[in-house]
């Protein structure tokens, strides 16, 4: 089993940056895939996920130049750097690790407002 925590999530002003932290923990496999997905409505939307290399292999269209996903393997930690946010952002933000199975965290609030 993998546990998955986040922390980061607020509330910013549009321009804004946040910077989004998971921490995974139990039975966790350095070459296992990690990633960001978000929530606003219904759909739970994949942002950016990252390999075992620290390669980023995918980053959606919408977040391209503003967002920036990294991992730390000696600490089992993914982040998202998310800078010049915009109302359109807000969202609850949801790590995800892929290795055999599918796992995810608790979801961190994400409000782009003014």
């Known amino acids: 089993q993998v546990q998955l925590v986040e922390s980061g999530g607020g509330l910013v002003q549009p321009g804004g940056s946040l910077r989004l932290s998971c921490a995974a923990s139990?039975?966790?496999?350095?070459?296992?895939?990690m990633g960001w997905y978000r929530q606003a409505e219904m759909q739970r939307e994949l942002i950016a996920t990252i390999t075992y290399k620290g390669t980023a292999n995918y980053v959606d269209s919408s977040v391209k130049g503003r967002f920036t996903i990294s991992r730390d393997n000696a600490k089992n930690q993914v982040f998202l750097q998310m800078n010049n946010l915009e109302p359109a952002d807000t969202a609850v933000y949801y790590c995800?690790?892929?290795?055999?199975?599918?796992?995810w965290g608790q979801g961190t609030q994400v409000t782009v407002s003014t």
């Open positions: 139990g039975t966790v496999s350095m070459f296992g895939v």
């Open positions: 995800n690790y892929v290795w055999g199975h599918n796992y």
